[in-house]
């Protein structure tokens, strides 16, 4: 396999066992949100809220992060970055970095939209726990009572598509798809498409047996949450997800439609190798895996929504029964990081990651501090093995929250 095309798994913790995804402001503080129910399992155990699980963010403290991620994009080459930290007791930290358009200099802001990648997988399956809650699906029914054709489908549940343990071949490994999407960016897939990619793979493993994150099968639940609700993902998403939370600059793009001001990206996924601005490819191969775009505030008021089930205003999006499954998970090969369905808690953090070409994104929630962290960025491109939203993470957290490092083992040499 390429590496370009191993690659292209990235998109959420993405090491060892992991392939992640790499295609691709509202209010509501979080200070008003309960902590979540249970936590995943093979996370280290949630402290009760102490009030000193996050350092206060004096004066001292921001210039101390301002250094640290200016150090960060020096090194890793990151053209432009906005950090957002916020906690109901410590102080907040806002800022932005560098810029957002190499060719005319336009600087960095925290108004942008960007696109989130992988982060798509909370708003999928936020959707899919939704009809699950109202009785429409269930998540130990097998994906053949929804979509024919899938290897293994009659033992495939839909809890183990959500959980990574599926089994199925993620068909952005594959290199055909790579060479096709590469040789031009800007034409639309069919999820049928994509799905095509990974089943002519053989299985893996048998349903359940171990961890492996696949985009192939977010796929398929998006094929779920439609047939379930008679309608567009994008639509569902839009009404009953992001409509309840209230968050009005995030969307679910047709094609590769994207709201202004936002920044550029810069890959080097490319079918040259050079580095090239993917503003304008079309994220449609992310689907219900990657596909969407917000911006900082949004993923604001996202990260404890989707953390803890609960609406800014103290309301239930998912019910606490169905959240705590959420939340809970076998382990997974990775030392202190869990992954429940479609969230991750990596010691203590709970949330999402995302990558595709050009952008990167991390948004997680610390529940024992009520502290929420948004790290959005211009470009992909990895530094030692690792993502760059991945270096970001670890070096803010280590600062601010040095119990709780955002810490992943680099990316292994590509097969």
Known sequence: MSHASTRLRRGAVAVTAMGMLVVPAAGGAATALPDPVGAVGAGPPTPSASGNEVRELTPAVK???????????????????????????????????????????????????????????TFTVTALLELVDQGKAGLDDTIDKYVSGVPNGDRITLRQLAGMRSGLFNYSEDDAFFKVLTSDPQRPFTPQQLLGYSFKHPVLFPPGEKFDYSNTNLILLGLVVEKVSGRPLADYIRTDVLGPVGLGHTLFPVGNEFPRPHSQGYTDQTATGKVEDSADWNPSWGWAAGAMISNLQDLRVWAPTVATGRLPDGGVLISPAIQKQRLTTPATPIPGAGYGLGIFNVQGWIGHNGSLPGYESLTIYLPSARATLVVLLNTDINYKGQEPSTVLGDAITSIVSPDHVFNLPAEPAAR
């Not at 802001?109 to 960007?114: A, K």
């Open 63 to 121: 210039r101390q992060l301002d250094g640290t991620v200016r150090r960060v994009m020096r090194e890793a080459g990151i053209p432009g970055v906005t950090v957002g930290l916020w906690t109901p007791d410590k102080g907040q930290y806002v800022r932005s970095f560098g810029v957002a358009d190499k060719s005319t200099g336009r600087q960095m802001s925290p108004d942008l939209y960007l696109r989130i990648g992988s982060e798509t997988k």
